[in-house]
T-cell receptor, first 111, second 114 residues
Framework: SQTIHQWPATLVQPVGSPLSLECTVE??????LYWYRQAAGRGLQLLFY??????ISSEVPQNLSASRPQDRQFILSSKKLLLSDSGFYLC??????????FGPGTRLTVT | KNQVEQSPQSLIILEGKNCTLQ??????????LRWYKQDTGRGPVSLTI?????NTKSNGRYTATLDADTKQSSLHITASQLSDSASYIC?????????????FGQGTTLQVKP
């Protein structure tokens, strides 16, 4: 069966510090991968998606970037965090179009 | 503009009672509609998925309905339990998307009290 992992589960970082969140998927190959952010009391906002290694599409201009160094690995990064980057970050994957499975999430607090 | 709107924004009910959550969408072309349950601090988990040709789908005490003509869906929870306390998110797939991008509602926060 397929599983999706995210780490860390929680993170507290000062403004201006770098960020690296990791997502890995097991039990499947060549998945589509997605990064979402969920601000407190808000809906999910798609940040990036990837249909293959090295292929990244950005949905909104922002302080973040994404990379896909391996087939089942998706990384969300920032060189300098802003207060507005705080939120709940979710990674998701699918193989079949319109199916989507979410990871457990990372709670990021920028102080 | 492709949008998904949910109501109410929040809801409090007593354990054992039924409730219905609403979802209206303006996504076109429409592919399918899914209801997710998201526990606090966790990732969303799929409850049901319906295509335009399906009117009703059940998953235990959860029953989703879809009216593709009026572009409305509802999620009915029967005999609520404390564990039903969560956010319920309506998600619509855009029919022309080839990357699986979804359009999310803001969610309805349900609190079940003893």
């Amino acid at each position: 069966s397929q599983t999706i992992h995210q780490w860390p589960a929680t993170l507290v970082q000062p403004v201006g510090s770098p960020l690296s969140l990791e997502c890995t998927v097991e039990g499947t190959s060549n998945p589509n991968l997605y990064w979402y952010r969920q601000a407190a009391g808000r809906g999910l906002q798609l940040l990036f998606y990837s249909v293959g290694i090295g292929q990244i599409s950005s949905e909104v201009p922002q302080n973040l970037s994404a990379s896909r160094p391996q087939d089942r690995q998706f990384i969300l990064s920032s060189k300098k965090l802003l207060l507005s980057d705080s939120g709940f970050y979710l990674c998701a994957w699918n193989r079949v179009i319109y199916e989507q499975y979410f990871g457990p999430g990372t709670r990021l607090t920028v102080t | 503009k492709n949008q998904v709107e949910q109501s109410p924004q929040s809801l409090i009910i007593l354990e054992g009672k039924n409730c219905t959550l609403q979802c209206n969408y303006t996504v076109s072309p429409f592919s399918n509609l899914r209801w997710y349950k998201q526990d606090t601090g966790r990732g969303p988990v799929s409850l049901t998925i319906m295509t335009f040709s399906e009117n009703t789908k059940s998953n235990g005490r959860y029953t989703a309905t879809l009216d593709a003509d009026t572009k409305q869906s509802s999620l009915h929870i029967t005999a609520s339990q404390l564990s039903d306390s969560a956010s319920y998110i309506c998600v619509v797939s855009h029919g022309s998307s080839n990357t699986g991008k979804l359009i999310f509602g803001q969610g309805t926060t349900l609190q079940v009290k003893p």
